[in-house]
């Protein structure tokens, strides 16, 4: 309770202040249950590994070119840019010649484009429906409402106890009647409810505008939030400003980028010394923003605390019988080559296409079970709990104020004129649309040259693949209630399927009574492995099997290449942790070879991988999960395996081992990292938040004792990192190690 109500008052604290099917394709032997997250043995008639992100475009838009009758996506990104507004022009084409289109994104990562989407829908006329996983929770909305709902003359404000108690009884008696289609919205933990001002909260909330947080607070509860953080007196420009940066920075430690959230906590560390008279005195009445009094707060610190769990699939099916998924999102920098169009990294990735001899029931149940579950709301849904009017205005004026030097009094002197109904902002999300594609056909050109060094490898007729998904339900749950986090050491039980295929394969690899050389490769993005994954690892070094006759090549990106850096940074001392072990314990008699290499950023090329890959002896998986805590712990995933198709793997393994013997394209670190000290290690994170606090001009703004402050804060996580997979590998004891890996997983879960 303690550690939920200190989370919680912090998170409130800087918003108040700134704010039975058929299954043809299927051997009837190897079925499991639907419920599962795991469809085995789809039988394969053609298909294509694609690495080049045009050929990955080209092959999206044929899809849904040659659609007849329906086309189902699940991304966790779909953005407005010049590629996806060519890609949405496909889509509104397709509705439009009676195809059904039903397009589920993630609701934290989409909600700012939520008139784009609007707009789709609208030009679809019907056929293109648009949904958003992850909303808001019942107890969410509720604690949205608590934070802009006011008390009354009865329970006046000054008498915190009896406000608080009053605000509670109104809001059980608002929502314990609320139906969503004919259920009692309570026992679904959602809600559909906008009182007081909960909708303006939430749409700040979700669209990272902490003045619309700000004005929904203080229109809400008839406050002034200047006069209460600063106890009565009148605020300097200086101090809103600070109170505003500090609100950012916050705001970003919980919602941003990994790289934004990793450093943006460190730097949290120092704001109450930084602002702390403007602050404690908010701190000290947190009670009347913060519903600390009610009976299930436990359960609703554990919704805020699993807000940003994704969706973070990515699945083209089309007429039940084409499908495409792998790690590409539905943006420029995956569908595009190094461009002056793009202004992201051009990202390395890999996607696969297959086709089915006749529609596939069983895949078809899959998107429905997603599209259906209880986390996911309609675009009308979320204009009734989290409607986005004020913001989306507020971004239209800032574009007409982009060229004011004074921003702030243009702005709002257009809001105070200019009121866009929604109706005349989708006629705006149209006109970009025109213009980004206009943009992409008259200004961007593939590069023959570029598309020549990632090429695709064909899928046989003979192929059987097995389609694997992390879900937010227990696999044996079949009221499919929304599940949080894995049950540790069961992880097909927490359809976690991506990761027990995985781990069921690599045990298989060493036990096999073939001793005869056997390469794994996991050629994945984000490497920060998960505590299962990780002793995975070690049962395959600590001579209990004998898996000499296995080569482990881990392939990811380095410091330089990557776009999320504290993802490396964790990593390269965890993996610490794991070369020492590697060192102490291997036996060429029995010990496993692993081999840990890293991208080196090449000359004028801004290329990042972003593939998520795993090639066994017998199988290759391709999906969008990556190899990190998130991607187990937190999210939705896909994989295809592909299996029976001894050509493709071949093929696909020859391909990686170019790229392990280019020492210009990839670096072995085994050496690295056996070999380096913590104290080298820590001066080179030293460096890295150095270069990070100049890049967002911080540097300047920091006192001595601060930033020494903002060291020890970063020393302390990758401290952690290491201590924790070091205890993590040393031990026998199964209850220590579950303890362990729930510390991982809490700490790092979000990263």
Known sequence: MKKMIQTMSLLVLSLSLLTACQF???????????????????????????????HSFEAKLALIDQAKESIDLVYFIVSDDYSSSVFAKHLIAASQRGVKVRLLVDYVTNYSRLDWFSMLEWEGGGNLIVRFYGRPTNNMIKDAVYMTLGCNDVA????????????LAQIETLFQAEKIDGVLAESLN??????????????????????????????????????????????????????????????????????????????TAFAFQHYGDALNPVYASFSQFLPVERNNIDEAARDWDFFTDYTHHKLLLVDRQNMMLGGRNVEDAYHMHPNPLSAKYTFMDTDVLVHFAEPNQAMQHRFDTLWSFVTTASLPDIRQHAPNDFIANWHWANVACKDRIQLEGCRTDWLSRVNLPLEKRIALEKNKLEEHQQTYQTSYQASAEFAKRFPSFSVSNQAIGTYLENLPYRATDREQRRQFGAEYNQEAKSNKNIQDYWLTKLKKQCRSEDKSPKEVYFYNAYFFPPPNMMLAFKEMVNGTQNCSHVTLNIITNSVATTDLVPVNILASHSMKAFADFYMEHFDEQRSATIKYFEYQKTENEALSLHSKVTLFEDALVIGSANLDVRSYF???????????????????????????????????????LSSATMETMIANDRQLLQASLEKYSVQNKLSETQHQNLIQKMEELTTAAYQLTKKLLESDSNSEKKQLSERFYQLFKTI
């Open 24 to 54: 043809p394709n299927i051997k009837p032997q190897s079925i499991l249950s639907e419920s599962v997250g795991k469809v085995n043995s789809l039988a394969i008639d053609s298909g294509q590994v694609i690495t080049d992100n045009q």
């Open 156 to 167: 006046p404000r000054e008498d915190k106890s009896a406000c608080s108690q009053e605000k």
């Open 190 to 267: 959602i809600s559909n409810l906008n009182l007081a001002e909960s909708g303006l909260f939430l749409s700040g909330f979700y669209g990272k505008n902490i003045d619309a947080m700000t004005l929904a607070i203080e229109q809400g509860q008839h406050i002034s939030i200047k006069q209460l953080a600063f106890s009565g007196s009148t605020a300097s420009s200086g101090q809103i400003k600070g109170l505003k940066h500090f609100g950012k920075i916050y705001w970003k430690s919980r919602t941003g980028p990994a790289y934004q959230r990793v450093f943006n906590r460190v730097k």
């Open 634 to 672: 937190m999210d939705t995933n896909n994989a295809l395996a592909i299996e029976e198709d001894d050509e493709l793997i071949r093929q696909y393994q020859q391909h990686l081992k170019a790229r392990v013997n280019n020492a210009n394209l990839l670096k072995l670190k085994n050496v690295e």
